[in-house]
């Protein structure tokens, strides 16, 4: 079984895979008389197929044990998928390259307070997992006709481990 180091969450090292949703670094702006920051086009959203529309919808997901037995990855063909933490918790962030239309080896990224990050259409990412608790997670990803859902289960699951400390 590989064993796989989770590192820090960054832009750079996340760029292939889609956006990282964060402040720092953003290009940001005044509204509405100067009461509020607006933090501009943190990420590229997606939607291609038939009657293809944006969502936004709210998940609660459930903590995963570690080290993490990876499995399964999935991406989505048709829409990227952005998830934006709304507690400052943690959590993993799998991706893989493609190669030649199956994931390739995996990488591992534990976010930051007040990361989240965007899928880009395509891309082999796994799924939803935070660490340490219950956590709720605005996403943004597509509706609309046709198969939007690949799955991909591994010969051998992967081991990922977090970073000490976390």
């Known amino acids: 079984m590989t064993s ?3 590192q820090r969450l960054t832009r750079q090292a996340f760029a292939p895979f889609g956006d990282v949703i964060e402040t720092e670094g953003a290009e940001s702006f005044l509204i509405n008389g100067g009461k509020c920051r607006r933090f501009h086009d943190l990420a590229r959203v997606e939607a291609a197929g038939d009657n293809a529309r944006v969502l936004i919808n709210l998940f609660r997901g459930q903590p995963y044990d570690f080290p993490l037995r990876l499995a399964m990855v999935e ?7 952005a998830f934006m933490p709304l507690t400052p918790n ?9 190669e030649d239309g199956k994931p390739g080896m995996p990488q591992a990224f534990v976010t930051g307070p007040g990361q989240g990050v965007n899928y880009a259409r395509g891309t082999w990412h796994g799924v939803l997992t935070p660490i340490g608790g ?3 997670f605005l996403v943004v990803d597509r509706g609309g006709d046709g198969g939007n859902l690949e799955e991909y289960f591994f010969p051998e699951p992967h081991l990922i481990t977090l970073p000490d400390p976390l």
């Open 4 to 6: 796989i180091a989770a």
């Open 75 to 81: 991406r989505h063909p048709l829409g990227s998928q």
């Open 90 to 98: 943690p959590f993993l962030v799998v991706v893989c390259p493609d």
């Open 134 to 136: 219950e956590q709720e």
